[in-house]
């Protein structure tokens, strides 16, 4: 399977280039069977010369998705396929920037109808999409523009299968996709079940070499011992059995992975026993009285609101807030001015930049934002999936500090201190702990939380 793509950008520097557009073919090797085209809000102005190139302008994209919106259709769409693009090295190095930002890594197998059209095509003049295809009689219509390009490279690249008499790349697609793995390993997956929850690698002594979570820990198990990294290789080698615990919620698994990669420190988890976010949001009162958020470095002599894995993250969750409750871009670092802010100007700002807007009716609305984002101070309990239908997890937040975790049958009454004491697991209330669950609370918007009182 093959997803045949082609990105417009912004311009610019090396690696701070943007997304503005982007269209995806999911190609079988006779005909698309699933596509995804978008414009894109790159929170970045455009080159001029990109604008009279493509036609593509900052007006056209300021009510389009932020790439954070449609990353994980991009991820599905392509998922077990090798990109195809014109040019890969490019999209694709655009592709892994875009979700770098986000804290996430992407990894596909890549083809380059360029390479392959040298190859496989030879004595062209040009080997320029535009170019090429006139040549060859392949129609583009919107030139310079993501869909158009990507269904003139879908074209190119049917005419390359077509010449590719030897078959070396279809042989090369089966190659990756039919994964050896050890029948010992094989048996190991084949008893591990499609479950949300943390598994643990065991060598031949037992010790646990590595401790992971996942919403499919057979799935995941798999993607280890099929896998061509160091890591994987040295995993498939070392692993002689696998244990896992279910948890029906991926907050407890979340907590629980981390709480145990602390205590276990095993061989495999080094990386995760750093702190995974580095950036934090913090609130001061400026001299008008006014309430600012701001993004920095995380600083442990600091009580944050909440933090973050990168900058680019929460950026874009500042922005969403700025929208959400109507405050001021000036006055959340988001546009630097010493005058009024660009929502000031197109009314979408009451004016707190320039101390229109009362500061107590500001300050409510930042007030508000806070309270909902931070748990600090406050007695709460974070209902989620159980383990059973008639089960649900439970998270516990006493004084603004994680004390522990466990599970309840739905006839229980939750909130008495002394079935509560009882079902609750101690755990520690640390600064991952805390990153994990307030990140949880901030994707996952409809949980059920309970306030307690006279706790």
């Not at 790439?67 to 396929?81: N, S």
């Not at 920095?296 to 969403?320: E, M, N, V, Y």
Request: net charge positive.
């Amino acid at each position: 399977m093959y997803a045949i793509l082609d990105i417009e950008t912004t311009g610019g520097k090396y690696n701070e280039e943007g997304i503005t557009e982007i269209a995806i073919y999911r190609y079988d090797g006779h005909k698309v069977v699933d596509q995804f085209v978008s414009l894109v809000n790159p929170e970045r102005d455009i080159q001029p010369f990109v604008v009279n190139l493509t036609g593509i302008n900052n007006k056209m994209l300021r009510n389009a998705p932020k790439f954070f919106e449609v990353a994980k259709r991009i991820v599905e769409i392509t998922e077990d396929c090798i990109i195809v693009a014109h040019n890969a090295q490019f999209d694709y190095r655009i592709l892994k920037t875009e979700f770098k930002r986000l804290g996430f890594g992407y990894k596909r197998k890549t083809l380059c109808t360029v390479e392959l059209s040298k190859k496989l095509i030879p004595g062209q003049d040009s080997y320029s999409l535009g170019k090429l295809a006139r040549s060859l009689g392949i129609p583009v219509s919107d030139r310079h523009r993501a869909a158009g390009d990507a269904m003139a490279t879908v074209k190119l690249f049917k005419m390359i299968l077509n010449k590719d008499l030897d078959k070396y790349i279809i042989q090369d697609a089966l190659k990756t996709d039919q994964k050896q793995i050890n029948p010992n390993l094989k048996r190991i997956i084949d008893e591990l079940p499609n479950v949300t929850g943390v598994y643990y690698l065991h060598n031949d002594d037992g010790e646990i070499i590595y401790i992971g979570k996942s919403n499919n820990i057979k799935n995941r198990v798999s993607q280890h011992f099929t896998g061509t990294t160091s890591k994987s290789k040295k995993l498939q080698l070392q692993t002689a059995a696998v244990t896992y615990e279910e948890t029906g919620s991926e907050l407890i698994a979340l907590l629980k992975e981390s709480a145990e990669i602390k205590r276990n420190k095993p061989l495999f988890n080094r990386a995760l026993r750093r702190n995974s976010f580095t950036f934090a949001l913090y609130s001061f009162q400026d001299e008008a009285g006014y309430i600012n958020l701001k993004i920095d470095k995380t600083d442990g002599r600091k009580h944050p609101i909440t933090t973050f894995t990168t900058k680019q993250s929460a950026k874009q969750f500042l922005f969403k807030t700025v929208e959400e409750f109507q405050l001021c871009q000036k006055l959340t670092g988001l546009y630097p001015t010493s005058s009024n802010c660009f929502n000031y100007t197109i009314k979408e700002c009451f004016g707190a930049c320039i101390n229109e807007e009362a500061q107590a009716t500001y300050n409510s609305r930042v007030i508000e934002f806070i309270d909902k984002n931070s748990y600090r101070n406050k007695d709460m309990l974070i209902i989620d999936k159980g383990r059973e239908l008639d089960e649900r997890s439970v998270v516990s937040i006493k004084n603004g500090a994680f004390v522990g975790l466990g599970y309840f049958n739905l006839n229980h009454q939750i909130t008495k201190p002394e079935i509560l004491e009882a079902i609750i697991t101690p755990m520690e209330n640390n600064r991952d702990s805390q990153h994990i669950i307030q990140s949880y609370l901030r994707k996952h918007k409809k949980l059920k939380l309970i306030t307690l009182t006279n706790q």
